[in-house]
T-cell receptor, first 112, second 115 residues
């Protein structure tokens, strides 16, 4: 699986959009970009994933650059409950390659 | 629809004892994954199972650790002769195993403390 690079920490004001970047310059054609978050010591929570098109769900939006070498997770109106460690993970879709490789992630702190 | 369930949530064992961690996947999910998170570290993949089959155990320590996912009942992660270094949070995740549906849903974890 391709390696990802994320800033170690970010702050965002409550109510503003939080934009979390991720670089994955070695991503290959059949690899997806996944985002998970871990709030305090809870189990990781799936947020969103995409292949090459931008994606949006009730939690967030995922913007993937045209060359697929980077992406941005957008939380449109951050709340205090969004304070967590956010992980960007690149993963293949072929059988037997389903494991998630977690890096160090970005620790997002929402400021009141 | 109940989420992934893990029990116990907290487990204390003395060195040398056995630890058994249980994971019930979400309804309709046939794939189970185990991850370990050591204190102040990231999550590390351990093993991936389907019903009655181990698909990928590349992250499992070679000794003392085993996992199963029987035809009936929960998945079990078993640690024999526990040592202090096994103290960690163990998370289980499940997925439907369907083409195009690859997201994994995690349970709340079991926190193992070895004294």
């Amino acid at each position: 699986d391709a390696k990802t690079t994320q800033p170690p920490s970010m702050d965002c004001a409550e109510g503003r959009a939080a934009n979390l970047p991720c670089n994955h310059s070695t991503i290959s054609g059949n690899e997806y970009v996944y985002w998970y978050r871990q709030i305090h010591s809870q189990g990781p929570q799936y947020i969103i994933h995409g292949l090459k098109n931008n994606e949006t769900n009730e939690m967030a939006s995922l913007i993937i650059t045209e060359d697929r070498k980077s992406s941005t997770l957008i939380l449109p109106h951050a709340t205090l409950r969004d304070t967590a460690v956010y992980y960007c993970i690149v993963r293949g879709s072929n059988f037997g390659n389903e494991k998630l490789t977690f890096g160090t992630g970005t620790r997002l702190t929402i400021i009141p | 629809n109940a989420g992934v369930m893990q029990n116990p949530r907290h487990l204390v064992r003395r060195r040398g004892q056995e630890a058994r961690l249980r994971c019930s996947p979400m309804k309709g999910h046939s794939h189970v994954y185990w991850y370990r998170q050591l204190p102040e570290e990231g999550l590390k993949f351990m093993v991936y199972l389907q019903k009655e089959n181990i698909i990928d155990e590349s992250g499992m320590p070679k000794e003392r650790f085993s996992a199963e996912f029987p035809k009936e009942g929960p998945s079990i992660l078993r640690i024999q002769q526990v040592v202090r270094g096994d103290s960690a949070a163990y998370f289980c995740a499940s997925s439907p195993g369907l083409v195009g549906s690859y997201e994994q849903y995690f349970g709340p974890g079991t926190r193992l403390t070895v004294t």
